[in-house]
T-cell receptor, first 112, second 111 residues
Framework: DTAVSQTPKYLVTQMGNDKSIKCEQNLGHDTMYWYKQDSKKFLKIMFSYNNKELIINETVPNRFSPKSPDKAHLNLHINSLELGDSAVYFC???????????FGQGTRLTVV | QKEVEQDPGPLSVPEGAIVSLNCTYSNSAFQYFMWYRQYSRKGPELLMYTYSSGNKEDGRFTAQVDKSSKYISLFIRDSQPSDSATYLCAMRETGGFKTIFGAGTRLFVKA
């Protein structure tokens, strides 16, 4: 009964490919996030959805497109992958504006 | 200047030492201050959070916020090898949706 689960855990793909990462939370939270963590461990928010509505959209290339089919799911689709997209992507959820965010285990994306 | 500054370390201490981890910030509107712990190849988990200024203690961990200096600290007493992890400070404005993270400090506690 994992609280925030992401799939896949590891993803190795070639430049130019399109890939998706899925996230599901069973905590009943109404806000979900995507974060990117680079090789220096810097964690930066990319997107946030509240009740399926996009509320944060940081300066992220439009090759990245989040989709929230319902408030328990937030997927991330990436088009035309580039070497610089290699990172760990974390999904998280919280109650709206709550201090505590629960993170998934991360998806380690390697673009070759 | 980044909104939140945190020394990435690494910081190496012997078992039993008192560890002090710190962050500075520039946005005076930040009111919520958090510390997350991240083990290798895992997601961050919330350790402590504090609203506005003051201290908060939980077992071996104490979080301090000094809003006048825009400075927050996490103290770990009687450090253990199991405390070896990356510690990330994080902050948010009241009513805000966005949490800003520091770069994380990598801590090693040697047995």
């Amino acid at each position: 009964d994992t609280a925030v689960s992401q799939t896949p855990k590891y993803l190795v793909t070639q430049m130019g490919n399109d890939k998706s990462i899925k996230c599901e939370q069973n905590l009943g939270h109404d806000t979900m996030y995507w974060y990117k963590q680079d090789s220096k461990k810097f964690l930066k928010i990319m997107f946030s959805y509240n009740n399926k509505e996009l509320i944060i959209n940081e300066t992220v290339p439009n090759r990245f497109s989040p989709k929230s089919p319902d408030k328990a799911h937030l997927n991330l689709h990436i088009n035309s992958l580039e070497l610089g997209d290699s990172a760990v992507y974390f999904c998280a959820s919280s109650q709206v504006r709550a201090s505590e965010a629960f993170f998934g285990q991360g998806t380690r994306l390697t673009v070759v | 200047q980044k909104e939140v500054e945190q020394d990435p370390g690494p910081l190496s201490v012997p078992e039993g030492a008192i560890v002090s981890l710190n962050c500075t910030y520039s946005n005076s509107a930040f009111q919520y201050f958090m510390w997350y712990r991240q083990y290798s190849r895992k997601g961050p988990e919330l350790l402590m959070y504090t609203y506005s200024s003051g201290n908060k203690e939980d077992g071996r961990f104490t979080a301090q916020v000094d809003k006048s200096s825009k400075y927050i600290s996490l103290f770990i007493r009687d450090s253990q090898p199991s405390d070896s992890a990356t510690y990330l400070c994080a902050m948010r404005e009241t009513g805000g949706f966005k949490t800003i993270f520091g770069a994380g400090t990598r801590l090693f506690v040697k047995a």
